[in-house]
């Protein structure tokens, strides 16, 4: 199942609407502002398949991040090799952790900000795990039980400010800088292994399988619980790998104009127009 968040206008407003993607069709899901608010009520699964509201079409649809107002975006790095030895760093022990907040995301068409503040805004092609149902110290063999599904997601980093410190949240959450979609795919239709690939202007940049991490999402799972409570529309990136632009000789980073494509296969694409800032 393919569950998307559609923006729609209500006079002279854009309100959300949750949705079941059949094919080229869109179903509103009744009663649900977002994916993010379906995934928190009791039974959702159910319920988004028994969707009969409205439909749409998919073609020219205007999609929000799949889950748009997320309690907690955790993200992983370093956590597929050969971005590892890009970056010159060793296979880590343990996860490395850090956050976003929903104010860095935007919809998988929307414009990326480019930020008047930052000369080296960089591509990171993401795996993004969607928790389903709520739990703390879940063990790894039931991790998959609290996963509702898979999306894509560009981890977009201002490198200049990442690096500013050994902290990284300062180069990572800037505001519309975090494309997220188009759709939750349900992990009964997606296992971690599919092709990954990031695209400026046409040129391919990343391209490995999703399934060549350190941490896998279920001991990803597993780890993070152990530290907080997860929640249904939690989001956890599980990191990028090699071709990031930072790491080129010479060094390269998204300018104005530019298209950014980040396709999954099996989850869909992202394509944003890299905008300047106002």
Not at 35 to 56: D, F, I, P, Q, Y
Not at 193 to 214: A, C, I, K, N, R
């Amino acid at each position: 199942m393919r569950l998307l968040t559609l923006r729609l206008p209500q006079g002279d407003k854009t309100v959300t609407q949750a949705v079941r993607q059949d094919g080229d069709t869109l179903t509103e899901i009744n009663g649900f502002a977002d994916v993010g608010e379906l995934l928190r009520s009791a039974g959702w699964e159910a319920t988004a398949k028994a969707a009969n509201g409205a439909t749409h079409p998919l073609d020219g649809a205007d999609l929000d991040a799949v889950v748009p107002s997320p309690g907690k975006i955790i993200c992983v790095g370093h956590n597929y090799r050969n971005h590892i030895k890009e970056m010159g760093r060793e296979v880590p022990e343990f996860p490395t952790l850090f956050a976003k907040y929903q104010e860095s995301l935007i919809g998988p068409n929307d414009d990326l900000a480019l930020p008047q503040e930052s000369d080296a805004v960089d591509w990171e092609a993401e795996l993004a795990v969607v928790i389903g149902k709520k739990g703390r110290r879940i063990s790894e063999a039931d991790a998959a039980d609290h996963i509702a599904g898979y999306a894509v997601l560009n981890d977009v980093s201002m490198r200049d400010y990442q690096f500013r410190t050994i902290q990284w949240l300062q180069g990572k959450t800037w505001e519309k800088s975090t494309p997220f979609g188009p759709a939750l795919v349900t992990k009964d239709e997606f296992t971690a292994g599919p092709l990954m690939t990031s695209e400026v202007d046409g040129e391919v940049q990343q391209q490995t399988p999703t399934g060549d991490l350190v941490f896998t999402p279920e001991y990803l799972v597993s780890y993070i619980s152990t530290i907080i409570t997860l929640n249904p529309g939690d989001v956890i990136a599980t990191g990028t790998p090699g071709g990031v632009g930072h790491a080129q000789d010479p060094k390269r980073y998204l300018q104005e104009g530019q298209l950014l494509v980040t396709t999954i296969e099996g989850l869909g694409q992202l394509k944003n127009r890299v905008v300047k800032e106002a």
